[in-house]
């Protein structure tokens, strides 16, 4: 938490002194000003528009996400012209570059990279007999956790635990406790765990999974079939808010269901795109009990 600034106490003789400070505090005014950098993701083989790509500045909370045709806009100010930028993208080599850089050569070419995923063991089909749910099942109005978001990229998501290994992913679930903020545009990530359990930057299924909808309540569900993903790690699910509607309404009128108990904390959200994962907590005062959002998958094992 920042502590506040105060400014220093001016004498009522010192006139010089109190320009002096005001020159000051306008030129740090007009220093902090937001500015909005107009650019585009496009791959280097083709020039293509690359769709969705996630741009940010690493650690900050500064970021957005570029629309389908890899243009995006990002708000930042000149106190940020030497921090860090990352750009990445499925299938593609994430790029770092200084924000100065950036905004002196606003188009950013990804390179394509192939894929290496990590083996897991197989077992004959005929052996995934069992079908179970994992995570929060529950749909309650009442306990609900918001999305707070500060722009495109803003994300939140859950540890999912297997029962058994390896266990064949069918789908994934979100349970919706309020959507009135009219049609939203999420990308579903399952992300890699690191061996603190905290999530990674890997991505477990390399496609981006697009998801558009307007519903009020209930659950929203993806079809993970396709992607045969067999796994035989523990994994970070998450939804991802990409486009429609404005960080404002998304952040007070949509909530998913959720729960109290006392498990493991596993809920780690982000407010825009490369911003660090923060753990949620409902603090001490609830003695040990922690939250847990209605995410879910449907597994073979």
Same mark, same amino acid.
């Given at each position: 938490?920042?502590?506040?600034?105060?400014?220093?106490?001016?004498?009522?003789?010192?006139?010089?002194?109190?320009?002096?400070?005001?020159?000051?505090?306008?030129?740090?005014?007009?220093?902090?000003?937001?500015?909005?950098?107009?650019?585009?993701?496009?791959?280097?083989?083709?020039?293509?528009?690359?769709?969705?790509?996630?741009?940010?500045?690493?650690?900050?909370?500064?970021?957005?996400?570029?629309?389908?045709?890899?243009?995006?806009?990002?708000?930042?100010?000149?106190?940020?012209?030497?921090?860090?930028?990352?750009?990445?993208?499925?299938?593609?080599?994430?790029?770092?570059?200084?924000?100065?850089?950036?905004?002196?050569?606003?188009?950013?070419?990804?390179?394509?990279?192939?894929?290496?995923?990590?083996?897991?063991?197989?077992? #004959? $089909? /005929?052996?995934?007999?069992?079908?179970? *749910?994992?995570?929060?099942?529950?749909?309650? &109005?009442?306990?609900? =956790? @918001? !999305?707070?978001?500060?722009?495109?990229?803003?994300?939140?998501?859950?540890?999912?635990?297997?029962?058994?290994?390896?266990?064949?992913?069918?789908?994934?679930?979100?349970?919706?406790?309020?959507?009135?903020?009219?049609?939203?545009?999420?990308?579903?990530?399952?992300?890699?765990?690191?061996?603190?359990?905290?999530?990674?930057?890997?991505?477990?299924?390399?496609?981006?999974?697009?998801?558009?909808?307007?519903? #009020? $309540? /209930?659950?929203?569900?993806?079809?993970? *079939?396709?992607?045969?993903?067999?796994?035989? &790690?523990?994994?970070? =699910? @998450? !939804?991802?808010?990409?486009?429609?509607?404005?960080?404002?309404?998304?952040?007070?009128?949509?909530?998913?269901?959720?729960?109290?108990?006392?498990?493991?904390?596993?809920?780690?959200?982000?407010?825009?795109?490369?911003?660090?994962?923060?753990?949620?907590?409902?603090?001490?005062?609830?003695?040990?009990?922690?939250?847990?959002?209605?995410?879910?998958?449907?597994?073979?094992?």
């Amino acid at each position: 938490m920042q502590s506040a600034a105060f400014p220093p106490r001016v004498p009522s003789f010192a006139f010089p002194f109190r320009l002096s400070l005001l020159f000051l505090l306008l030129l740090l005014a007009s220093t902090a000003r937001a500015q909005v950098l107009s650019g585009t993701v496009t791959e280097a083989s083709s020039a293509a528009g690359v769709p969705y790509a996630n741009v940010g500045i690493i650690g900050k909370g500064i970021g957005t996400v570029a629309d389908d045709n890899g243009v995006f806009r990002l708000t930042y100010t000149s106190a940020n012209l030497l921090d860090t930028v990352r750009i990445s993208s499925i299938g593609y080599r994430a790029q770092r570059i200084l924000l100065r850089d950036l905004v002196a050569r606003p188009t950013v070419r990804l390179v394509a990279e192939a894929v290496t995923l990590r083996g897991v063991q197989v077992k #004959a $089909k /005929g052996l995934y007999k069992r079908t179970r *749910t994992l995570g929060n099942t529950g749909n309650s &109005e009442n306990s609900t =956790l @918001t !999305l707070e978001a500060h722009d495109l990229g803003a994300e939140i998501g859950t540890v999912i635990s297997l029962k058994h290994k390896p266990t064949k992913v069918l789908n994934a679930n979100f349970n919706v406790a309020y959507n009135r903020a009219g049609s939203l545009m999420f990308r579903v990530n399952l992300y890699r765990l690191l061996p603190n359990g905290k999530p990674s930057n890997v991505k477990l299924v390399q496609r981006d999974i697009i998801v558009t909808t307007s519903v #009020a $309540k /209930g659950p929203i569900t993806v079809d993970l *079939t396709p992607d045969q993903l067999v796994l035989d &790690e523990d994994f970070f =699910l @998450t !939804l991802e808010w990409i486009g429609g509607a404005d960080a404002k309404n998304v952040s007070s009128k949509l909530a998913f269901s959720a729960s109290l108990g006392y498990t493991n904390n596993d809920l780690y959200l982000r407010d825009t795109s490369q911003a660090e994962w923060e753990r949620a907590s409902v603090g001490a005062v609830l003695a040990g009990l922690q939250p847990r959002i209605s995410f879910y998958v449907t597994v073979q094992d």
